[in-house]
């Protein structure tokens, strides 16, 4: 049964951080707290920690998954960034939002998808970002719930139907439900893959500075 380790983002503590970069240092899988959703995690870099989240959640494994990197630095090791995805992820990151790039050869082809491209996170909360910086490799996102289910709000649901499933559990209290918006970038064109969390008038208003930058 996972260890429930309760986090205050107001008051952080690195003694529970600490003890889940331990379990994903070891392999290891834990449920944490994003802007959005808790999420399932795991080091990128562990083959067998990303196939047990795979069928933990009972996911299709061609379908690729996102990650977390530490900072636009980070992200241009595991994605090719043009100049005018840069401004983009410049303007919006850290923030509620899933970008959807080209992949280098540092991404696991795990987290690949067919057509060779990957999806990257920065979240705007601390404990997401504090995991990260602590592991100093990225940590897999996925929602904390099964495929084609909702995802998990509440900690005790989360311990109900995840504990005995993951090593470690970061409650810090109930989240929102909606997930990132998941916006491609590919080719240099905008796609809003899904509309979640995430202000998206950027992308939708015609006067805004994105407009300008073409």
């Not at 005018?84 to 303007?91: E, H, M, Q």
């Amino acid at each position: 049964m996972a260890d429930v380790l309760h986090i205050d983002p107001g008051d952080l503590k690195m003694r529970p951080i600490k003890r889940a970069v331990e379990a994903l240092s070891d392999g290891g899988v834990i449920v944490y707290p994003t802007d959005t959703v808790y999420g399932l995690g795991c080091d990128i870099t562990c083959k067998a920690a990303v196939e047990r989240i795979q069928r933990i959640k009972g996911r299709d494994p061609r379908k690729p998954m996102s990650f977390v990197c530490a900072d636009l630095n980070d992200i241009s090791r595991y994605a090719q960034v043009s100049n005018f995805a840069y401004r983009i992820l410049r303007r919006l990151l850290p923030g509620a939002y899933t970008f959807v790039l080209p992949a280098t050869k540092e991404t696991p082809k795990l987290l690949r998808s067919r057509q060779k491209t990957v999806g990257i996170r920065i979240p705007d909360h601390n404990v997401s970002t504090s995991l990260v910086a602590q592991l100093n490799r990225p940590l897999l996102s996925t929602s904390a719930n099964r495929s084609e289910q909702d995802a998990i709000t509440d900690p005790f649901l989360l311990e109900e139907e995840l504990g005995a499933h993951v090593d470690i559990i970061l409650e810090c209290g109930e989240l929102p439900v909606a997930p990132s918006s998941v916006i491609s970038l590919i080719d240099d064109e905008v796609e809003i893959l899904r509309e979640g969390s995430g202000d998206l008038s950027y992308f939708l208003d015609p006067g805004s500075a994105l407009s300008e930058s073409r």
